[in-house]
């Protein structure tokens, strides 16, 4: 089929929901990244054949769909039931018949599937009320969960490209700018840069030809939010491109993905193929005069690869080594022309706004930062998961009420934003709004959505350290300051660790790093000393108790600490078995002893023992 | 170590002949073969117009990319953030201690191959540990080893 008109966009839409309200019943399942690794596929197939095998009323084979992430990944594998949002969390595959026989025919709630409040045990039948999604607000994360990626139709009957045949209709490409301007979107990828200030330098350009690019190298080592939007909405990602392209004039664009992401290159490339096949890529698009198409280009595992120019050459096909900032890329970017790169996230919600409006997006998050944010929570947190909150949130509420707090009763000790670029924020600014100049105040930043939390029994003198040695390892070479300069500061934050360092040594560290902020050739150096900056700031008594007491408070580093096996040991022989080195001897119902010279304090044996029997020192 | 040259032109076959088009070659060279073979990039150097010194430098830039051929499980554990902070290092040490390999190393009889790698985008099911595609979330370091036997 292919669409060639607004109007007849409408028709199809009129139809595709009325097929979609001809299902009775939906069953969605989650087949996010969470969900998958533990077993959803099998779950989403055993669906399918019950329902095959037997006619169940009111349940048709179609009503079974594989979404992208729900978001709640810590309750995973998960199933929802429309309507009524039925949450089932921890579904295995042999709940599957129960769920169709009780749920599905009889309209009966399976109590034992339903998510409890671990801290009241009240039970939640529809997800929408489930503190974890009570307070979030959802638009770029608008469709995952509820659609099926593959199938267009899911899409279109939920407004799909409304915000295309809007901008083909209604404005011109100056008044697209004008309504992006307005709505104060600002760069999801981590820098904040206000979209519709680089759409319009763009289009100013006298040029033959400009492209558009997607970003979707997520380098943040702890994000996965532009994951689960390509994989569970790539649609809604290739509409704000083709809006941008409208906007700036481009017949081209790119969406440049991670390597490690092999299931989003091919969704979004079965997506482009069946926006091509109905007429939203490719010429004269909606019968327009618009006229592009778009390519995906796999990145190769590159960290800086993230960082516009270094992505450019990739793009090329090159080593993706940055270049100075001078020149910008919207003004000689891909094959030195004009270009606009973007984020993920940031597309996606640009068809919402053309659709609802630049005031109604004004009206969501604050004055500065206006909107929402998804964020990937990990790390020390009960709700490990995939969230979307309005702009201005306090980090206490993102962790708290829709995180759930810190798991094993342990205490709040960090909140880690901005990934490599961005630093540890500690409980004392826990009452601080998320917003891009906030975050950035305070010395961290609000980066591309990575959020770990991090509890008492975490360093964070190692957490610099480890940040650290991933830039070591993914800095270009190319310039002397991030090169050199970061090498030495890891193996400065090393010495510290090992409780080989001296506070002169602390105070060098401090002025290399003013080194390496300032005269590092692109933004990886420039901000690659904030996770130890920001460390030092709020946890500077921590530093100093690895270097003056050589004592890690947190427990972690390892020549620091000691492992003792106290008398509550049973001798059950499950540490002996797991130490890697065998430093742990004993006999079976006898007490257990840890050999320190032999021990290299991984804490293996620490993590398997069920009696509490070893202390740390 | 003898590759089909059949594969190699075929890959050749498939991309854009233009020196743009090298990283896909590449790439596609390493899904293939799990690794780059010599007379693979040659032929690609060639057939593309890019100097081998490139290819070579492209080769080495990009962690997607290897240069010596790889086991036939690949085991891989995640060292993103969320990963590390909840132990990651002590799967690896099993991993080390269990099949006697560094990370980037393959046994003398080609079975594995240990790496590491920075967030597979599966952070809420830390730390996690890949064995060929199969993901497995929430590992204890006494489940490691058997993980990468089985799995
Ligand atoms: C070292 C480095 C890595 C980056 N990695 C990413 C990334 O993975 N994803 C991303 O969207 N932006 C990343 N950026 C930011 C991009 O350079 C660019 O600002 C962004 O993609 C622009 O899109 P936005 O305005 O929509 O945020 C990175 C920047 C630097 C300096
Ligand atoms: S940190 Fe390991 S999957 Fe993200």
């Not at chain 1, 409304?162 to 999801?188: N, Q």
């Not at chain 2, 596609?28 to 890019?50: G, I, N, T, W």
Request: with cysteine.
């Amino acid at each position: 089929m292919h669409i060639d008109t607004p109007k007849k966009l409408e028709q199809w839409r009129r139809d595709c929901r009325k097929r979609q309200d001809s299902l009775k019943k939906k069953i969605l399942v989650c087949l996010g990244p969470g969900c998958l690794a533990n077993g959803s596929d099998k779950i989403l197939d055993e669906f399918k054949k019950v329902l095959k095998d037997k006619k169940a009323k009111d349940v048709s084979l179609e009503a079974v769909k594989k979404t992208g992430c729900h978001g709640f990944c810590a309750q995973g594998p998960m199933v929802v039931i429309e309507p009524g949002g039925i949450f089932y969390a921890k579904v295995k595959k042999s709940n599957v018949a129960e769920i169709i026989e009780k749920t599905l025919e009889k309209g009966e709630i399976i109590d034992k599937l339903l998510y409890s409040d671990p801290d009241n045990g009240h039970k939640y039948t529809d997800y929408k009320e489930i503190p974890f999604y009570r307070h979030q607000v959802r638009i770029s994360l608008r469709n995952c969960g509820q659609i099926d990626p593959d199938n267009i139709e899911d899409y279109i009957a939920r407004g799909g490209y409304a915000g295309l045949a809007k901008v083909l209709t209604d404005l011109r490409p100056k008044e697209v700018i004008e309504t992006i301007k307005k709505s104060g979107l600002r760069g999801r990828g981590g820098g904040g840069f206000p979209t519709g200030r680089k759409w319009e330098s763009c289009a100013q350009i006298e040029a033959p030809i400009r492209y558009v690019i997607c970003n979707g190298d997520e380098g943040d080592p702890g994000a996965f939010m532009d994951r689960c939007i390509m994989e569970g909405d790539p649609h809604s990602v290739l509409e704000g491109m083709i809006i941008c392209a409208y906007a700036v004039g481009s017949r081209e664009g790119y969406i440049y993905v991670r390597e490690e992401y092999p299931l989003a290159v091919i969704n979004l490339q079965k997506a482009i193929e069946t926006a091509r096949e109905y007429g939203f890529l490719g010429e004269k698009i909606l019968g327009s005069d618009l006229s592009f198409d778009i390519r995906i280009s796999r990145g190769g595992g590159a960290f800086v690869c993230g960082e516009s120019s270094a992505l450019m050459k990739s793009v090329a096909g090159e080593v993706g080594e940055p270049r100075a900032k001078y020149i910008r890329s919207v003004q000689k970017g891909l094959h030195d022309q004009p270009t606009v790169l973007n984020n993920v996230e940031t597309f996606a919600t640009v068809p919402v706004i053309i659709d609802k409006g630049a005031d109604w997006f004004v009206s969501i998050g604050t004055p500065k930062s206006t909107g929402t944010k998804a964020f990937s929570l990990a790390g020390k947190i009960r709700n490990t998961g995939l969230i979307e909150i309005p702009m201005g949130m306090t980090l206490r509420e993102i962790i708290y009420n829709i995180g759930g707090g810190i798991p094993d009763g342990r205490e709040f000790k960090a909140v880690q934003t901005g990934g490599p670029s961005g630093g540890c924020l500690p409980a004392d600014k826990l009452d601080l709004p998320v917003d891009f100049d906030t975050l950035t105040k305070a010395g961290s930043m609000m980066g591309s959505g990575g959020m770990i939390i991090m509890d008492d029994r975490t360093c964070p003198v190692e957490v610099a350290r480890y940040f650290l040695e991933f830039l070591v390892h993914e800095s270009c070479g190319k310039c002397v300051p991030c090169r050199e300069g970061l090498l030495q500061l890891y193996k400065y934050c090393t010495k510290i660790t090992r409780g080989e360092a001296t506070e002169a040594d602390l105070a060098l560290m401090e002025r290399l790093s003013k080194t390496i902020v300032t005269a590092s050739l692109c933004g990886l150096g420039q901000s690659g000393p904030n996770p130890f900056l920001s460390t030092v700031q709020y946890f500077r008594d921590e530093y100093l108790a690895h270097i003056r007491d050589r004592k890690c408070p947190g427990g972690v580093c390892r020549e620091l600490i000691q492992y003792v096996i106290n008398d509550k040991c049973t001798g059950c022989m499950a540490c002996l078995s797991v130490c890697p080195v065998g430093a742990i001897s004993g006999e079976k119902k006898k007490l257990h002893v840890i050999d320190q010279d032999k021990c290299d304090a991984c804490g293996s044996c620490h993590d398997v023992c069920t009696f509490a029997a070893i202390d740390i020192k | 170590m003898n590759i089909d040259m059949n594969k190699v032109t075929e890959i050749l076959e498939r991309n854009p002949k233009e020196p743009g088009a090298i990283i896909a070659v590449l790439q596609d060279f390493q899904r293939e073969f799990r690794y780059l073979p010599v007379p693979a990039m040659v032929k690609a150097s060639e057939l593309l117009h890019v100097p081998l010194s490139k290819v070579y430098s492209i080769a080495t830039f990009y962690n997607a990319f290897s240069l010596t051929p790889r086991g036939e499980k690949v085991i891989r554990i995640c060292k993103g953030t969320a990963c590390h902070i909840k132990g990651a290092d002590k799967i690896l040490e099993q991993i080390e201690a269990g099949l006697k390999l560094k990370p980037g190393e393959t046994s003398a009889d080609m079975k594995y191959t240990v790496e590491v790698v920075n967030c597979v985008g599966a952070c809420a099911m830390a730390p996690v540990l890949i064995v060929n595609d199969k993901y497995h979330g929430k590992v204890r370091c006494d489940q490691a080893m058997g993980k990468v036997k089985r799995g």
